[in-house]
């Protein structure tokens, strides 16, 4: 086994489940992180593991859901990210929602104390060459410019692509007109009362699309301005002009909910989601917007039960950066052209907070059994973990490679029983997750992910 460290570049999710991987094989690492001495455009602190845009992992259902089947995946292979959000959780109904600066703390403490992982405050300006060791790139969506052209040129050549992502507003939770709003999970889930709604009626509601429609937008600069938005996370006005009604069928839909203060379900409604555990700060659901802040209070404001809401952040948007991960990185997330270096997380080409981790977590395994002269072993394509990474190495087109959420369409179907001609909805989700728990239990045994945990 190599004493030299492996070195990890980047404290975000990806980077800090990465490093707590390897440290967890028994191979020292070093951390790097460019905060704070050097600023991303969303980033407001220097803390590993900042969640910028939301505090939702999104689903914890493991049998019916594919983000949630991801959940229980990184929690059986002994994930930090995963331990900590839940340590660090909030009330959100069926979903997995964290206290920001909790998870963000426990996540620095675990890292902090672990005697095989030591924590620099250092920018990673150019590309480590063949000699400097075994390395990690998980310098996230916000990559600086400066290190992304560093990359392309390691790469081959190949251009990195690029995309918008929106950040949504939070208020304060006392300046909520609960004589307008109220408490409601939709279909009463979890405790039933983990969101605050604000419903509108259809002259409210078209009214409100009006207004977005005609609201001052951030204007691009000019290097933004071919920068195509992802699909999974569009800015609500952006939603808005692809039709008067999206907003009413995706996240203002009013269905599961029922409006005590009218005994009826409205046209559509805004729902207001804990922020941090104390439940004083809100996130509005969904919102992602690419409004001018003046724009944002005045619009935001007309949501019936907002009126007087005091926002401690408004929206906004930043270009996220990514590799074309099938053409240019192997299958245990090597890149091709300079095989001592892996890259993991957004800047990989996976979407979402949890998948940037869950990569981070193959990406640390990975380097781990090879720093310690093991064979590979990968995870089966029946798992979660397994489907993503062979959709960002090996499945995805790479003529029109996009960021993808995890999804059960990613994984093969579930075998038919006799005597069916197929399986549907979430019966069919269930199959595929219990036979990818059963999958991914078999491959951790053999792939020895636990067995020198600490």
């Given at each position: 086994?190599?004493?030299?460290?492996?070195?990890?570049?980047?404290?975000?999710?990806?980077?800090?489940?990465?490093?707590?991987q390897?440290?967890?094989?028994?191979?020292?690492?070093?951390?790097?992180?460019?905060?704070?001495?050097r600023?991303?455009?969303?980033?407001?602190t220097?803390?590993?593991?900042?969640?910028?845009?939301?505090?939702?992992?999104?689903?914890d259902?493991?049998?019916h859901?594919?983000?949630?089947?991801?959940?229980?995946?990184?929690?059986?292979?002994?994930?930090?990210?995963?331990?900590?959000?839940?340590?660090?959780?909030?009330?959100?109904?069926?979903?997995?929602?964290?206290?920001?600066d909790?998870?963000s703390g426990?996540?620095?403490q675990?890292?902090?104390?672990?005697?095989?992982?030591?924590?620099e405050?250092?920018?990673?300006?150019?590309m480590?060459?063949?000699?400097?060791?075994?390395?990690?790139?998980?310098?996230g969506?916000?990559?600086?410019?400066?290190?992304?052209?560093?990359?392309?040129?390691?790469?081959?050549?190949e251009?990195l692509?690029?995309?918008?992502?929106?950040?949504?507003?939070?208020?304060?939770?006392?300046?909520?007109?609960?004589?307008?709003?109220?408490?409601q999970?939709?279909?009463?889930?979890?405790?039933?009362?983990?969101?605050?709604?604000?419903?509108?009626?259809?002259?409210?509601?078209?009214?409100?699309?009006?207004n977005?429609l005609?609201?001052?937008?951030?204007?691009?600069?000019?290097?933004?301005?071919?920068?195509?938005?992802?699909?999974?996370?569009?800015?609500?006005?952006?939603?808005a002009?692809?039709?008067?009604d999206?907003l009413?069928f995706g996240?203002?839909?009013p269905?599961?909910?029922?409006?005590?203060h009218?005994?009826?379900?409205?046209?559509?409604?805004?729902?207001?989601?804990?922020?941090?555990?104390?439940?004083?700060?809100?996130?509005?659901?969904?919102f992602?917007?690419?409004?001018t802040?003046?724009?944002?209070?005045?619009?935001?404001?007309?949501?019936p039960?907002?009126?007087?809401?005091?926002?401690?952040?408004?929206?906004?948007?930043?270009?996220?950066?990514?590799i074309?991960?099938?053409?240019?990185?192997?299958?245990?997330?090597?890149?091709?052209?300079?095989?001592?270096?892996?890259?993991?997380?957004?800047?990989a080409?996976?979407?979402?907070y949890?998948?940037?981790?869950?990569?981070?977590l193959?990406?640390?395994?990975?380097?781990a059994?090879?720093?310690?002269?093991?064979p590979?072993v990968?995870?089966?394509?029946t798992?979660?973990?397994?489907?993503?990474?062979?959709?960002?190495?090996?499945?995805?087109?790479?003529?029109?490679?996009?960021?993808?959420?995890?999804?059960?369409?990613?994984?093969?179907p579930?075998?038919?029983?006799?005597?069916?001609?197929k399986?549907?909805?979430?019966?069919?989700k269930?199959?595929q997750?219990?036979?990818?728990?059963?999958?991914?239990?078999?491959?951790?045994?053999?792939?020895?992910?636990n067995?020198?945990s600490?």
């Amino acid at each position: 086994m190599t004493e030299k460290p492996i070195t990890v570049v980047g404290a975000g999710l990806a980077g800090c489940e990465a490093a707590w991987q390897i440290a967890r094989a028994g191979i020292p690492v070093v951390l790097k992180e460019m905060r704070p001495k050097r600023q991303t455009p969303a980033h407001k602190t220097a803390n590993p593991a900042e969640l910028v845009c939301s505090n939702s992992l999104r689903s914890d259902d493991p049998l019916h859901n594919a983000v949630g089947l991801l959940h229980e995946e990184m929690r059986r292979c002994g994930s930090l990210i995963m331990a900590a959000a839940d340590a660090s959780g909030v009330p959100a109904g069926g979903a997995l929602a964290v206290d920001r600066d909790v998870f963000s703390g426990i996540v620095g403490q675990k890292l902090r104390e672990h005697p095989l992982i030591s924590m620099e405050t250092a920018e990673l300006t150019d590309m480590p060459d063949e000699n400097a060791g075994l390395h990690v790139i998980a310098t996230g969506p916000l990559t600086t410019p400066e290190l992304a052209e560093k990359i392309r040129s390691a790469a081959g050549g190949e251009e990195l692509l690029h995309f918008f992502d929106a950040i949504a507003p939070i208020v304060t939770a006392e300046s909520v007109d609960m004589t307008k709003a109220w408490k409601q999970s939709r279909y009463d889930k979890g405790d039933g009362d983990d969101y605050i709604n604000c419903p509108m009626t259809r002259a409210e509601y078209d009214a409100f699309v009006d207004n977005l429609l005609a609201g001052e937008k951030v204007a691009f600069k000019e290097w933004e301005k071919n920068t195509p938005y992802f699909e999974g996370c569009l800015p609500i006005e952006v939603m808005a002009e692809r039709g008067r009604d999206t907003l009413a069928f995706g996240p203002m839909k009013p269905v599961g909910l029922t409006d005590p203060h009218t005994n009826s379900r409205p046209c559509a409604v805004v729902q207001l989601r804990k922020e941090n555990r104390q439940g004083t700060l809100l996130n509005l659901v969904g919102f992602q917007t690419k409004l001018t802040y003046g724009e944002q209070k005045r619009i935001f404001k007309t949501i019936p039960g907002l009126e007087n809401a005091v926002f401690v952040r408004y929206g906004g948007i930043h270009r996220n950066t990514f590799i074309c991960s099938p053409k240019v990185l192997d299958e245990t997330l090597r890149l091709k052209a300079r095989p001592n270096i892996r890259f993991a997380g957004q800047v990989a080409g996976c979407e979402g907070y949890v998948e940037s981790a869950g990569v981070g977590l193959l990406a640390g395994l990975f380097a781990a059994r090879e720093a310690a002269g093991e064979p590979f072993v990968l995870p089966p394509e029946t798992t979660a973990l397994g489907a993503m990474l062979r959709h960002i190495t090996v499945n995805a087109n790479e003529e029109c490679f996009q960021p993808m959420n995890i999804n059960f369409g990613l994984m093969p179907p579930p075998p038919v029983p006799e005597g069916k001609r197929k399986i549907k909805g979430l019966d069919r989700k269930r199959a595929q997750s219990e036979r990818a728990l059963a999958d991914l239990d078999e491959w951790i045994a053999k792939a020895g992910v636990n067995d020198r945990s600490n």
